[in-house]
């Protein structure tokens, strides 16, 4: 992806790159395409796992656990990453 591509992540759903890394990730794999090409793919495709991973990442902070009493009613919540 060049810098413009990249810069188009930004506004990319988590859905739309995975869709898009998928076709890539099938097309490397039937060799689909040639040599120079492959290589421009493979970079597409390493700079879309970086946006879906940080997108999962960004996803993940957000979610919070319901802590249950000992009534079993909810009592708050906590962060995601704490135990």
């Known amino acids: 992806m060049t810098g413009a591509d990249t810069a188009s992540l930004d506004g990319m ?3 739309a790159a995975l ?3 998928e076709k890539i ?7 689909e ?6 290589i421009g793919l493979y970079e597409q495709g ?5 946006f879906c ?4 990442k960004a996803a993940q902070a957000r979610i ?11 009592k708050g919540t ?3 990453d704490t135990e």
Do not use: M, N, T
């Not at 990730?25 to 060799?31: C, F, K, P, R, S």
């Not at 390493?46 to 970086?50: F, G, I, P, T």
């Not at 991973?53 to 999962?56: A, I, P, T």
């Open 13 to 15: 759903s988590f859905e």
């Open 19 to 21: 869709a898009r890394l």
């Open 64 to 74: 919070e656990l319901i802590q249950l009493g000992p009534d079993g009613e909810p």
């Open 78 to 80: 906590r962060p995601f």
């Open 46 to 50: 390493q700079q879309l796992k970086a």
């Open 33 to 38: 395409v040639d040599l120079e090409a492959s």
């Open 25 to 31: 990730v099938h097309q490397l794999e039937a060799g």
């Open 53 to 56: 991973e940080s997108k999962l």
